[in-house]
């Protein structure tokens, strides 16, 4: 079983930035990797972006150059830091890690994005 708790959030203008960071427990030797995702209102859950093995890095179209997602040597901590924010990335984001026992998120964190 792994623990994650999101933090971070927040309103912020557009053209702003924002760092989310997530904290694991528990079972954290089993963590390859470490993911970020985001619901919008309405809209399904999206993949934002992921960090894996010796840190090699996937984001989502819509994120690149714009987001990067970063995690301390420990592993256990997991940072997204969100550059030129518009309207469109208004969505609580959820930090997620996906084990052999199941993928397991947060409790999300609120980012609202004002034009």
């Known amino acids: 079983q792994v623990q994650l708790v999101e933090s971070g959030g927040g309103l912020v203008q557009a053209g702003g930035s924002l760092r989310l960071s997530c904290a694991a427990s528990g079972s954290i030797r089993s963590i390859n990797g470490m993911d970020w995702y985001r619901q919008a209102p309405g809209k399904q859950r999206e993949f934002v972006a992921a960090?894996?093995?010796?840190?090699?890095?996937n984001y989502a179209d819509s994120v690149k150059g714009r987001f990067t997602i970063s995690r301390d040597n420990t592993r256990t901590t997991v940072y997204l830091q969100m550059n030129s924010l518009n309207a469109e990335d208004t969505a609580v984001y959820y930090c997620?890690?996906?084990?052999?026992?199941?993928?397991?998120w947060g409790q999300g964190t609120q980012v609202t994005v004002s034009s």
């Open positions: 960090i894996v093995g010796n840190n090699v890095r």
């Open positions: 997620s890690v996906l084990l052999v026992s199941g993928r397991y």
